[in-house]
């Protein structure tokens, strides 16, 4: 649901908060900052203080693990208030605020099956949380957290009654920890946060041409050599897995194959398509070395590989990539087209269907299902493997209809730099899904969020990833009608500080990093410049410069975050002072016109920072050209505010100044700029125009 | 060296500069953004650039660790610029920029009399750190580390020769983690902040009536019953001695006795001098219970217990406590009178030095030295112990006199909240000290940094230990003419973010509490205030109200920094305009009238905010009366601009209102109020007076 979707959801606005919220005032909305928003809620009377006295205690099943989950649960309670509790779950109900009653075990190893619904009642003495296995509970108790507000009588949760469970069975983020590698510390906090909006699948990517960041001790060579130190001991990746599991989060591993496999080639060239010796790839894109598929001795290898990693790996699905081949090494090499011909291979597709095969046989001797890129999907492969869909949602629709199960992953990918309320309006059963039948809808099991890491580090990953990530989460959780993008937001807003205090770095990163380019000086002047830029996706940079994976990230444009808050809201205040129901709100003009002044004076408070730091040489321009715009934008204001056309002269400078804005300087955008254009574009008509257009659309960029 | 100390300090301002930087113009000072001051410092010509071509290499004695602390050395220098490094140090100097000799392996422990000099050389091709051990090594990286800094080239290190050395041997941290229990990962941080400012001592207060904190196989029930289940296991205890280690840090343990005891009388009653049964104390303050010194098995005890903890702390010394014994269960029992009269004792001070004997053997039996607080000094304890002043200077000297070592930690105590620059002026060899021998003054061997944990939890702990103590390792380390007030605050803002950025919680954690108290609100104004403020000491908040362990620390008074730095500047502000040398400075009054309206104006903005929050209702009235003090000061500059004397009613309420604000509001203090108080004393005089006591003093409150 895109574009499309979204004009419909706007116009059906009434519709669907009577729909979601049947006894709920419009207001009252905001005060669930719940997310993802559950299945349903309804309101109650009164509400639940949390004070000194708060104990839980659980009731029916325990194993030995979900005590230590509610314990954990509790301590993040005390971290939220401030308060000191009893960190033990009891046994006992009568002196229990809140019970948690869990009816069983649950699988043995979660599975995409797993029953993670759960209800929880609160009113205004105790509260009850229901689920039928300990991950529901995990997730009742997520939500529990994120109600705890505090009012001038103490903190409480709301009285209610929640009755909740995923839309998707598969809502899963991809961590890509071989372009760019990440320690064990960012994806533990990674896996926090996932847990925090109820994902349930880690996608760990772990072989590519940059690097093998796993320990094989059958074949020591792929990490010794294929990763410059920079892998996981098998310790490590036991130490993950419990850790995800704990909180109801299923772990699949990647190892990409046969293409994106320089990294193992350099250890082992003798599976290559052509001969070594092989380098590990230091720059980004799709190369040649690729596994050769017509040796046996490379089936040999990867049973033995694959019987390794599956002891590491409990989970069901073993990821094998399959994405990107790009043929070179087959084309080029005789033995390998001899070997084509012989088995009435018309392409090189058939030759990775051969592959894949091979590859499939080998997963089943190991009690494993296979899931791979788009590319994988060929008529000769059984329909038990799963598609993960970069090519799109109508690439998914039709895997579902020829029966193969399938999770969509494009429009989620995180490095385009997409606004959420972009990502939000892209549903895995959206308009491309609509003449699915429903068994065949019921082959889409979810969608998968992408984190790939070219341009991030442990440094700034987490700020790519949060709060942008949960808007996605929302979407695979929640019901298809959630739809409000100012809602979004504002639930945003508060995830993301609610992430911040579990120990997520996304907020604090970028502000030191900030603090690193600015050296031992004050940085609110680089901060508010900052504020209002965003971030540029893969394509911008890649085209900005030539990029290593030992380029330093420690620039502007690997700090600014995605999108920019305080732009949406000044966008919102320019519509508000353009196109309200009343015409032209002279005190959000006046408000605009503050605004503007702040940041046009902000230059010149910036200069000298920028003059002592070789980092932010490159911000100079940038920000001048920002005041410049904003500038412009003070001019606009006094032609609208004496309802004036703005003479052509004037026009002309203010377009071509405009059509510098919408080009990336330094690798960033001007956040900000396309609400100047609004303002200078009603200076320049000398009235209101479009009016249709601007109010049917979101507030947000979601056209961007 | 205390006020009369600055003063000197202040009026000798210039020869101290030639004194200490021979080589260097004043402007040039602040270049050097090292804390401790190094005790010599050569500035050469020109920098040593940091790029990814940067390279260590160790040369001379290398153990197995020290490879890996440099390691995490070029970990935190690639952190700290964000350039990717090669972090092997290579055996190589010819790639190396930076060579570390390292000339021995130093102690197998670490002890009092480690040598921990170094020398370190940079000009503008490479550098070279030489040390006798690695203890050396690892000061001479953090002050590399802390030198790095950007211009617009490039990150780089200014060409100088450093000999360093540190003044005195013994510059402790202690930390109670009875009154309030601390994680490991509070004290791993603790123990890197330690580092990074050169101390060389971990106090580690386990034991108290609040809690026993260490686990104990021998005496289970120990930690069992006296903790709370707060409480470190040994595996824990022996992983934070290798951490300290590898940082050059002792950990010396105390186990307070016989008094502050009642955590071990709660599990073993029968020890004590009065039957029990004993709870663990949820109050602060000195209490009854205490060991029964004249029981035999008493010792039979401790010789066990001892022989235990010997096995995880190394160190030479054992801290025995002996503090604050109010005697009254040894004045009640019998048994215990009538022992003290056979063995002809005048008083509990003698029951007390014979258990302090007693261990003592036992002590010496385990091969460990005795350190205990001012009490058990007592002619008959032999002169190989040492004391912990809490007394003050002159007790520390006369301790020295009299033949003991003995550290000084009176001045040094956090919890009181004065500011830096007076622990700053503190020095162990001050003026009390100034008529010992050279020989007695070798008894005092440093000091100690205490942070009792009334009012601290793992939240705001950090917050109170730094940037504070890095004044007192600065004293404790540098040589005693570093006295410059500004300069130590421009150094301390700067180590205080490099703490931040290595990984410290003092800044963040301050800023997390009060969006806690705001809930999901913009927290500007909050932060405004906070700034505007300062925390108030153990003395104040215990006649505020009724404290236990369990207490809530989650209010401003708990998250409220102990000194504003925006107060001492806005003061250092107000002194220029009042009392420059060219008379009244119009420029500088309007830059004051600027701030106080920000100020004034705040009140109506925090408004909304104090009304949602319950944590926040003592706030209302603390922000109205800096509101109102902040309109009486802009009342000030009225008069002070047009060489008014103000009316008497206008003067008779003005002063009204400074008496409010010199008491506490909410357990804080209005920081800005003294410096307003200027401005109004000004106005009601209608002229400057005071200009020598004022221009005299420091410009900050060591007069608090």
Redesign the interface.
Known sequence: MRIKGFLLAIASFSILILFLFAQAAPAALKSF?VMPMPSSITPGNGQLPID?SFKACLTGYADTQLPSSVARFLQRLQ??????LDL?PSLDTKQAILEIQCKGPGEQVQSVAADESYTLEVNSHDAKLIAASPIGVFRGLETFLQLV??????FYVPALRIEDHPRFRWRGLLVDVSRHWEPIEVIKRTLDAMAAVKMNLFHWHLSDDQGFRVESRIFPKLHQKGSD?KYYRQSEIREVVAYARARGIRVVPEFDMPGHTTAWLVAYPELAGAPGPYQIERSWGVFDPCMDPTKKSLYSFLDLFIGEMVALFPDEYFHIGGDEVNGKQWDSSARIREFKKREGMKNNRDLQAYFNRQLLKILKKHGKKMIGWDEILHPELPKDIAIQSWRGQKSLAEGARLGYNGILSYSYYLDHMKPASFHYGIDPLGAEAADLTEKEKMHILGGEVCMWAEFVNP?NIESRIWPRTAAIAERLWSPASSEQVDDLYYRL??IS?EL??YGSMHR?NPF??L??MA??QDISPLKQLSDLLKATGLGVRQRARKYYS?????RLA?SVMPESEIARQFDILVDNALYGTNGISESSLSEIQKRLSLWNENDSKLKPII?????L?EAGSLSALLADLCKTGLESLEYIKLRQKAPESWQKEALALLDRTDKPQAEVLIAVAPSIRKLIEVAAAGMVMHVDRIMLEPTSGSKR
């Open positions: 900052h000194e971290n939220k208030t401030g308060i000191p033990t507000d505090l009012d001038n009588h103490s130190g440094e807003e508060y500080r911040d205090s604090r030191q990093m603090e690193r050296g031992c030992y380029t330093p990230m420690n690997d003059e002592k730091s070789y980092l040489g």
